[in-house]
């Protein structure tokens, strides 16, 4: 038996929209870690990211402004153990971005979560994929990842990060359940990808009347088992 493990890769649209519905979705969703897109990055970007984090009922994990916005979250039941940041080389004239990392340890299981949030540009992406893919193999243990690709599994950038990985809702056979935008949905640019020791148990993009509230995008989640080594 595995241990298991619920997950939510969220971007948050910078919190512009209901923000009562979107801490009652993610708390609803009962998630074990939530991974951010478009968190606080900015002025008092800690003291919003534990306010965020509280919200949720969850505590800060990693990332934040050392991570561009990208931030994880996790539950009481989580142990951190390690925390890295990642920032991707600078085009002049573009939007820095990065990754977040941590290290963890739940009911005997070691894992390590990620997240990332690429460029709108075409041309910057696939780069940027490559280093979020290095860190990603640079990881000692299964590694779950989770990003707003802004753009679509046909992509270059889509194939360079899940290269070697899971892609969750391919697994689950629900890959045509799109997560942009709420108030069209046309796209799949929000994936989870995982290490394929990793079971997948279920996926859902979540799309309710609170959701379309929420933010932009739809929260993805996750249900997720655990290779134990204890």
Known sequence: MGVPLRVVSYNIHSQRDDTAALAAVVRSAKPDVVIVQEGP????????????????????AAGGLPALGNLLLTSLRVQVRDTRC?????????????????????????????????????????????????????????????????????GPAWATVSQGLTD????????????????????????????????VVDYDVVDTPQTRRASDHFPVLVDLLLPGTD
């Open 41 to 60: 990055r900015r002025f008092r970007w800690r003291q919003k990211s534990a306010t965020l984090a509280e919200s949720f009922g969850l505590v800060v």
């Open 168 to 199: 969750v809702a391919v697994a689950a056979d629900r890959a045509d359940r799109l997560t942009y935008s709420c108030h069209e949905p046309r796209r799949r640019i929000d994936a989870l990808f995982v290490d394929p020791r990793i079971t």
């Open 86 to 154: 990642q920032r991707f080389p600078l085009t002049p004239g573009r939007h820095l971005r990065g990754a977040a990392y941590a290290d963890c340890r739940v009911a005997g299981a070691r894992f390590t979560v990620a997240g990332s949030h690429l460029s709108t540009d075409p041309a910057e992406r696939p780069a940027q994929a490559v280093e979020f893919k290095r860190g990603l193999d640079a990881a000692t243990s299964p590694v779950l990842a989770g990003a707003d690709l802004n753009e679509g599994p046909d």
